[in-house]
């Protein structure tokens, strides 16, 4: 017979989820998802003023050589190179019989968002 060592906060949790690679892949995914509907209301206001003149979209657009709106759209753009990431990995998870090295996959997507969020700030600059 197996025993197990239960929680004084809650009976019957016998582990940490939260500390599990998985679920900060979770967690991570969730809030980049976020974070791009944050930028969609933004984006449909510049989609608003193209409509509207080349006028009213270059003036518009001239908000971007703020550097607080440059360091605003490379988080966004880490944001949905992270979400890309972790997103397939989710596909790979329900698809494939891949989970022993999650760490490793987390890690490597965090890694590949981050650089493709570098690329896209130097190539800016």
Same mark, same amino acid.
């Given at each position: 017979?197996?025993?197990?060592?239960?929680?004084?906060?809650?009976?019957?949790?016998? +582990?940490?989820?939260?500390?599990?690679?998985?679920? /900060? &892949? &979770?967690?991570?995914?969730?809030?980049?998802?976020? &974070?791009?509907?944050? @930028?969609?209301?933004?984006? @449909?206001? #510049?989609?608003?003023?193209?409509?509207?003149? $080349?006028?009213?979209? *270059?003036?518009?657009?001239?908000?971007? +050589?703020?550097? @607080? =709106?440059?360091?605003? *759209?490379?988080? %966004? !753009?880490? &944001?949905? /190179? !992270?979400?890309?990431? %972790?997103?397939?990995? =989710? %596909?790979?998870? *329900?698809?494939?019989?891949?989970? *022993?090295?999650? #760490?490793?996959?987390?890690?490597?997507?965090?890694?590949?968002? @981050? $650089? =493709?969020?570098?690329?896209? %700030?130097?190539?800016? $600059?």
């Amino acid at each position: 017979m197996r025993t197990t060592a239960r929680s004084a906060i809650a009976p019957g949790i016998t +582990h940490a989820p939260h500390r599990r690679p998985g679920f /900060a &892949a &979770a967690l991570i995914h969730r809030l980049s998802g976020i &974070a791009l509907a944050l @930028f969609l209301p933004m984006h @449909f206001i #510049a989609l608003g003023t193209a409509l509207q003149g $080349a006028d009213r979209l *270059e003036s518009f657009l001239g908000l971007t +050589h703020n550097g @607080f =709106v440059r360091v605003a *759209e490379w988080g %966004l !753009v880490c &944001a949905l /190179a !992270v979400h890309m990431a %972790l997103g397939l990995r =989710v %596909l790979a998870i *329900e698809w494939l019989s891949y989970r *022993e090295r999650t #760490a490793v996959v987390v890690s490597g997507c965090l890694a590949t968002a @981050f $650089a =493709v969020g570098l690329l896209f %700030l130097l190539s800016g $600059a």
